[in-house]
């Protein structure tokens, strides 16, 4: 059975940064391609950003240079570390087993002054 497991989220000023993690269990962690999701109020969820098992890395366009995936697979994690983060980035956060319907319970992120 599929566990990803979130954590790292918070409250942070505009300007600052944040490291989320997702740690998943249950699985070949580096056979597969891991995604991060979000739902900012108002609006549909989102793809954030993506990693293949090749470390191969997409980004939305709205987060193009102030976020970066990587993944640890002697950990069986993948991190999502923001900077710069906005008031538009707020929303809660999810990482995704690509390709499958596996999802984590999600982390907030609150950005605030």
């Known amino acids: 059975q599929v566990q990803l497991v979130e954590s790292g989220g918070g409250l942070v000023q505009p300007g600052g940064s944040l490291r989320l993690s997702c740690q998943a269990s249950?699985?070949?962690?580096?056979?597969?391609?891991m995604g991060w999701y979000r739902r900012v109020p108002g609006k549909e969820r989102e793809l954030v950003g993506s990693i293949t098992s090749g470390f191969i890395t997409n980004y939305a366009d709205s987060v193009k240079g102030r976020f970066t995936i990587s993944r640890d697979n002697a950990k069986n994690t993948v991190y999502l570390q923001m900077s710069s983060l906005k008031p538009e980035d707020t929303g809660t956060y999810y990482c995704k087993l690509m390709n499958s319907a596996s999802w984590g319970q999600g982390t907030q992120v609150t950005v605030s002054s």
């Open positions: 249950g699985i070949i962690f580096s056979l597969y391609s």
